[in-house]
């Protein structure tokens, strides 16, 4: 196409000529079928990540997808958010791997072109609550281009319970309206005192808590509170607006033992029951995980400090269970992620596997009656 | 433990002789032999003493049949069968020889030496089916261990930058003790449990080896292992 012997302006019309075939080829992408568009490139990025061709997790290949469908292309896509969550910092400055994991998922948001509408933060900012771990955070995070909506997590909250983190991140529960959809983020990880008692120290509290398989702390639950809120924010809404819920815990019950559980999930999913479209989004389970209770969608976050195993009970049977995570490599079965809002309301959720290909758990999947996790009976490692 | 054991003993002791029904059984064939033996020692003499379950024997040498048994023997010999009884129903033979050592037998296989000031043997003669005391020692002893395991696993001190077990393996989760020794493809090489753990600890917990025989190393083994418990060992599966 370009020879020694040509002209500058045979190079340019040459070079126009190029642009221009490119443009009509992406153009002819953008108006394939989304689905099947998403499958293709899907296949192009696996490929590429098996050949060592581009860093494996091939996040922008899937995102300009979601861009061309947001672009009008095709049906679909309203808009798109990002997550990062669960980092688990220790103040032990930029070189401690969570530090460098929650570094590496702001770079990954910010190399989303387009940019996402806004950044979820999705609770365990810190490990064990200090001001110190807060502060490193407020700075990893102070780097994401778009907006930032924080919620909170256990491991944020108990410490102080909850003083400094209100004091740097805002109020623990609040909702906003995006693009015609009505957003709740709640802090679910609220626990009965079980420290006066025992007169455990704020340290001691804060151990126990951040301690998975702890059996010395309460369940954690929204609290009667924060539902006479939900009620009350709730009660201008309508029923038809999509509503998408975040929370840190899962706002179902899947297992007591980890607190992969909230404890008036049944309250607070009856407040939700009216809306005709509702979708949680939470944290705190380090893993991919999807569930279905009539209206409400659920889909889990990844963390990007480790990956959680799969409880040993309790697996919803719509969670197509991911894979064993490789010990061997900090970044397997950790990654950060994207949500595309679909023009109904209801979501697409993206799963960004750092050193996996991605996965999409699709509002369509979980619409039917089939059960794509199947006989779910536990963790199948 | 062991020393409350044998101050309860000899408390119950002094009272055992009157209500454990003790008393002299007949002679045995041996014993009859010896007898026969005209001037014979005292050292070969003997004399047997049953348990009202006729199932715990002492033999307590140097003394005869016909012969009184002298009071701080007689209170030995109560002691042990006052043990016996407590902690189980064994056929059980305590041989109390001249030199005060005791050797208990069951099954006519001799079990243990006892040196009088040491550990009461009978804590550890586990003959059949143990009694619930026997099980409730065995158990906070193990307990001890996995909690010391527990503690670790969940602790920051083994590592070297905050990061603990229990992070990545709530109840020791992902672990699979069960399936180890392996080829830890990774490693290239057949790893044992402790190989997996050192891994951990030198990588992700960025601290430094243990030493095999580390006490730290056989608790955190206990910790795992005893959240696996029940799981079929299934050496070598990936």
Same mark, same amino acid.
């Given at each position: 196409?370009?020879?020694?012997?040509?002209?500058?302006?045979?190079?340019?019309?040459?070079?126009?000529?190029?642009?221009?075939?490119?443009?009509?080829?992406?153009?002819?992408?953008?108006?394939?079928?989304?689905?099947?568009? &998403?499958?293709?490139?899907?296949?192009?990025?696996?490929?590429?990540?098996?050949?060592?061709?581009?860093?494996?997790?091939?996040?922008?290949?899937?995102?300009?997808?979601?861009?061309?469908?947001?672009?009008?292309?095709?049906?679909?896509?309203?808009?798109?958010?990002?997550?990062?969550?669960?980092?688990?910092?220790?103040?032990?400055?930029?070189?401690?791997?969570?530090?460098?994991?929650?570094?590496?998922?702001?770079?990954?948001?910010?190399?989303?072109?387009?940019?996402?509408?806004?950044?979820?933060?999705?609770?365990?900012?810190?490990?064990?609550?200090?001001?110190?771990?807060?502060?490193?955070?407020?700075?990893? &995070?102070?780097?994401?281009?778009?907006?930032?909506?924080?919620?909170?997590?256990?491991?944020?909250?108990?410490?102080? &319970?909850?003083?400094?983190?209100?004091?740097?991140?805002?109020?623990?529960?609040?909702?906003?309206?995006?693009?015609?959809?009505?957003?709740?983020?709640?802090?679910?990880?609220?626990?009965?005192?079980?420290?006066?008692?025992?007169?455990?120290?704020?340290?001691?509290?804060?151990?126990?808590?951040?301690?998975?398989?702890?059996?010395?702390?309460?369940?954690?639950?929204?609290?009667?509170?924060?539902?006479?809120?939900?009620?009350?924010?709730?009660?201008?809404?309508?029923?038809?607006?999509?509503?998408?819920?975040?929370?840190?815990?899962?706002?179902?019950?899947?297992?007591?033992?980890?607190?992969?559980?909230?404890?008036?999930?049944?309250?607070?999913?009856?407040?939700?029951?009216?809306?005709?479209?509702?979708?949680?989004?939470?944290?705190?389970?380090?893993?991919?995980?999807?569930?279905?209770?009539?209206?409400?969608?659920?889909?889990?976050?990844?963390?990007?400090?480790?990956?959680?195993?799969?409880?040993?009970?309790?697996?919803?049977?719509?969670?197509?269970?991911?894979?064993?995570?490789?010990?061997?490599?900090?970044?397997?079965?950790?990654?950060?992620?994207?949500?595309?809002?679909?023009?109904?309301?209801?979501?697409?959720?993206?799963?960004?596997?750092?050193?996996?290909?991605?996965?999409?758990?699709?509002?369509?999947?979980?619409?039917?009656?089939?059960?794509?996790?199947?006989?779910?009976?536990?963790?199948?490692? | 433990?062991?020393?409350?054991?044998?101050?309860?003993?000899?408390?119950?002791?002094?009272?055992?002789?009157?209500?454990?029904?003790?008393?002299?059984?007949?002679?045995?064939?041996?014993?009859?032999?010896?007898?026969?033996?005209?001037?014979?020692?005292?050292?070969?003499?003997?004399?047997?003493?049953?348990?009202?379950?006729?199932?715990?024997?002492?033999?307590?040498?140097?003394?005869?049949?016909?012969?009184?048994?002298?009071?701080?023997?007689?209170?030995?010999?109560?002691?042990?069968?006052?043990?016996?009884?407590?902690?189980?129903?064994?056929?059980?033979?305590?041989?109390?020889?001249?030199?005060?050592?005791?050797?208990?037998?069951?099954?006519?296989?001799?079990?243990?030496?006892?040196?009088?000031?040491?550990?009461?043997?009978?804590?550890?003669?586990?003959?059949?089916?143990?009694?619930?005391?026997?099980?409730?020692?065995?158990?906070?002893?193990?307990?001890?261990?996995?909690?010391?395991?527990?503690?670790?696993?969940?602790?920051?001190?083994?590592?070297?930058?905050?990061?603990?077990?229990?992070?990545?393996?709530?109840?020791?989760?992902?672990?699979?003790?069960?399936?180890?020794?392996?080829?830890?493809?990774?490693?290239?090489?057949?790893?044992?449990?402790?190989?997996?753990?050192?891994?951990?600890?030198?990588?992700?917990?960025?601290?430094?080896?243990?030493?095999?025989?580390?006490?730290?190393?056989?608790?955190?083994?206990?910790?795992?292992?005893?959240?696996?418990?029940?799981?079929?060992?299934?050496?070598?599966?990936?």
């Amino acid at each position: 196409m370009y020879r020694n012997n040509m002209t500058r302006k045979q190079i340019e019309r040459a070079f126009a000529e190029r642009s221009a075939a490119d443009e009509r080829l992406l153009q002819s992408l953008q108006n394939c079928d989304r689905r099947h568009f &998403l499958r293709t490139s899907l296949k192009f990025a696996g490929m590429a990540a098996a050949a060592s061709l581009v860093p494996s997790h091939a996040f922008q290949l899937v995102n300009v997808a979601s861009a061309a469908a947001a672009e009008g292309a095709s049906p679909g896509v309203a808009f798109q958010f990002a997550y990062v969550s669960d980092s688990h910092l220790y103040a032990r400055g930029m070189t401690h791997r969570f530090a460098r994991a929650a570094a590496k998922a702001v770079a990954d948001v910010n190399a989303l072109d387009p940019q996402p509408d806004f950044v979820l933060f999705g609770g365990d900012l810190a490990q064990l609550g200090r001001p110190d771990e807060l502060a490193l955070g407020q700075q990893i &995070l102070k780097d994401l281009k778009p907006p930032v909506r924080m919620m909170v997590g256990e491991h944020d909250w108990y410490l102080d &319970l909850g003083e400094k983190w209100k004091e740097m991140f805002g109020p623990d529960h609040y909702s906003f309206d995006h693009k015609g959809i009505h957003f709740v983020v709640l802090n679910s990880v609220v626990e009965k005192d079980f420290w006066t008692a025992k007169g455990y120290t704020p340290e001691q509290r804060m151990a126990i808590v951040s301690g998975l398989d702890d059996s010395r702390q309460s369940p954690f639950e929204v609290g009667a509170p924060q539902r006479e809120w939900l009620k009350q924010d709730l009660a201008k809404i309508d029923k038809k607006t999509p509503i998408i819920v975040f929370s840190h815990s899962p706002l179902y019950k899947l297992y007591r033992g980890w607190n992969f559980w909230t404890d008036d999930a049944e309250l607070v999913q009856a407040i939700l029951k009216p809306f005709q479209t509702v979708t949680v989004i939470h944290g705190h389970t380090h893993q991919l995980l999807t569930n279905r209770i009539g209206n409400i969608q659920f889909h889990g976050m990844l963390s990007t400090a480790w990956p959680w195993p799969y409880a040993p009970e309790g697996l919803p049977a719509y969670t197509v269970q991911m894979f064993r995570p490789d010990p061997f490599n900090q970044f397997d079965g950790c990654g950060d992620g994207s949500v595309d809002v679909l023009v109904k309301g209801r979501v697409d959720k993206h799963y960004n596997f750092w050193s996996r290909n991605p996965r999409i758990v699709t509002a369509k999947e979980l619409a039917g009656n089939s059960l794509p996790g199947g006989g779910n009976q536990g963790p199948s490692y | 433990m062991k020393r409350t054991l044998v101050a309860g003993s000899l408390l119950l002791g002094s009272i055992a002789l009157g209500m454990l029904g003790v008393f002299a059984g007949g002679p045995s064939d041996v014993e009859s032999a010896r007898r026969g033996l005209v001037g014979a020692p005292d050292e070969w003499a003997s004399r047997a003493v049953w348990a009202c379950d006729q199932r715990k024997l002492v033999i307590v040498e140097g003394v005869r049949p016909d012969e009184r048994i002298p009071p701080d023997k007689a209170q030995q010999v109560a002691d042990v069968l006052m043990d016996l009884m407590r902690f189980c129903n064994e056929e059980i033979t305590v041989r109390i020889g001249m030199n005060q050592m005791m050797t208990v037998a069951a099954n006519g296989r001799v079990y243990e030496n006892y040196v009088p000031g040491g550990p009461l043997p009978i804590v550890k003669a586990s003959f059949g089916e143990p009694t619930p005391r026997e099980l409730s020692i065995w158990k906070a002893e193990l307990d001890k261990l996995v909690a010391e395991g527990d503690r670790l696993f969940h602790s920051d001190e083994i590592g070297g930058n905050g990061v603990a077990c229990a992070m990545c393996h709530p109840n020791a989760s992902n672990t699979h003790p069960e399936t180890y020794p392996k080829f830890q493809t990774q490693l290239k090489k057949v790893a044992l449990l402790r190989d997996m753990v050192n891994w951990c600890i030198l990588n992700p917990l960025e601290g430094k080896e243990l030493p095999p025989d580390d006490p730290r190393m056989q608790a955190l083994e206990a910790y795992i292992l005893a959240q696996r418990s029940g799981k079929p060992l299934d050496v070598g599966k990936h």
